[in-house]
């Protein structure tokens, strides 16, 4: 199905759909030997409130990727599995588009454990996209949660919803779901008015799939 006949979501995970920096907390704690209850849970970008040294970080995420299985073993954020199934479900096209290729000659283990975890929380996709550059995915709205990637994005023209954390909770975004509930709405709102701009049905309901063919006049 081409591109043209359906509204594609461009999806990022770490951070909008699973919770990597309660999964990164918990790795490091183990990693440094720190109590976990004394690392902040809010960290900001690059989580310098660790006290993380200098070159630590790429340590980590390789012992976090390769010893702890962390692309398979983090939660969901809540809400995240049940909203995307419903959307898949009432048409939209998701495109998952996340930067995992971190670590040179460990992609394997990245894309195997990305796959594992979709399957295994029951997150619809159509297209993985391991890629660190977002504006050269094609989608019609984007979820993300990286200030630097939204810029990038929407600076090729397309809109996009930023999950609230504590690495962006301070941006001036233009539009932000500090949830599922209301990412849902706000994926809704833009599939919905992309469906009237097509003169397409909409879904009779949430998780329900539309009629085909045109709307009635």
């Not at 504006?135 to 979820?143: E, I, N, Q």
């Not at 990637?149 to 929407?154: D, H, T």
Request: charged fraction near 25%; aromatic fraction near 10%.
């Amino acid at each position: 199905m081409a591109d043209e006949a359906v509204f594609v979501l461009g999806l990022d995970l770490d951070g909008c759909v699973a919770s990597f920096i309660g999964r990164m907390r918990e790795i490091y704690a183990e990693w440094s030997g720190k109590d976990e209850s004394l690392l902040d849970p809010d960290p900001t970008y690059g989580f310098p409130e660790w006290g993380l040294l200098d070159g630590e970080y790429d340590r980590l995420h390789r012992f976090a990727v390769t010893q702890r299985q962390l692309f398979s073993s983090m939660e969901p954020l809540p809400g995240a599995p049940s909203a995307l199934r419903r959307l898949s479900a009432e048409g939209v096209w998701i495109r998952i588009a996340t930067h995992r290729l971190f670590i040179n000659y460990f992609h394997e283990p990245a894309a195997s454990q990305t796959i594992r975890w979709l399957e295994n929380h029951g997150i619809p996709y159509r297209d993985l996209c391991l890629i660190r550059d977002k504006s050269a995915v094609r989608a019609d709205l984007f979820v993300e949660d990286s200030v630097a990637n939204i810029e990038k994005i929407e600076g090729f023209g397309c809109e996009t919803i930023c999950i609230t954390n504590s690495t962006n909770v301070t941006a001036p975004v233009t539009l932000r779901a500090d949830d599922w509930v209301e990412a849902e709405r706000l994926i809704h709102e833009k599939y919905y008015a992309w469906r009237k701009l097509h003169g397409l049905a909409l879904p009779p309901g949430p998780g329900l799939h539309p009629p085909e063919g045109v709307a009635s006049q």
